[in-house]
């Protein structure tokens, strides 16, 4: 279901994958199978998405993300687990927020949004193992066809995963007991985007992107509550 909402509303799996997965692993080994499930995502998606990306903004947007990246998976071995999830938490209830209820609030299509962009979703991406909305919203104003837009999307994405994956790795939020899940998430990830594509084709993109952001919202305030029990 995550991959699934994650194709047609444009704001990648982790959103909701990594809140769900908390309910099962501790979240440093969330973060670390997040990042190996979402370099697969990302291969699945350029399969299917494959005509045509963004050279610019893959440098422009890309590389500040790929570089904070790096910086926010570092830093998050300093970072209580609880005080990730909870900043987690707030972060989705925000973002869902502003999306829902400023319809208006758009980001302009220049360079130095598109390099902000990237450096803000990098880095929290790193940081709570989730930026695609933030990318997603960036790449939104740059009015591209939506083929391009994931596309170019999921490369960004992959070069931020491929990156992150091997400082959670050397943080040891990669565990042997959970290589097992690669094969499963690789299933899931082809399944999941064959039937987003499919669904983007029949149904308003507009229309889902709302039910996704109320989902957000929802899942946000699960976490906080679930949090905030465990205090």
Excluded at 17 to 38: C, E, N, Q, R
Excluded at 109 to 116: I, K, L, M
Aim: hydrophobic share 55%.
């Amino acid at each position: 279901m995550a991959e699934i909402l994650g194709t047609v509303g444009g704001f990648g799996s982790s959103l909701f994958f990594i809140p769900i997965a908390s309910y099962f692993l501790d979240f440093h080994s969330v973060l670390g199978v997040t990042a190996m499930f979402h370099v697969l995502s990302n291969l699945t998606k350029i399969g299917f998405f494959h005509k045509g990306f963004d050279k610019k903004l893959i440098v422009t947007l890309g590389i500040p993300a790929v570089v904070f990246v790096i910086i926010g998976a570092y830093l998050s071995r300093f970072i209580a687990t609880k005080w990730l999830e909870m900043s987690l938490a707030v972060f989705l209830i925000l973002l869902s927020s502003c999306f829902l209820f400023f319809k208006n609030f758009v980001i302009k299509p220049t360079t130095f949004n598109s390099v902000s962009g990237g450096i803000t979703s990098g880095f929290i991406a790193g940081i709570l193992g989730t930026g695609g909305a933030i990318r997603g919203m960036t790449l939104a104003a740059f009015n591209l066809k939506m083929e391009v837009f994931i596309a170019t999307s999921a490369i960004i994405d992959l070069a931020i995963d491929s990156s992150r994956t091997v400082v959670y790795g050397l943080n040891g939020y990669i565990h042997k007991d959970d290589l097992y899940l690669i094969p499963i998430l690789l299933v899931v990830s082809i399944i999941g985007t064959f039937i987003g594509k499919k669904i983007l084709e029949k149904v308003s993109e507009e229309q889902f992107k709302k039910t996704v952001l109320i989902l957000i919202l929802i899942t946000g305030i699960i976490t906080a509550v679930r949090v905030l029990q465990t205090i």
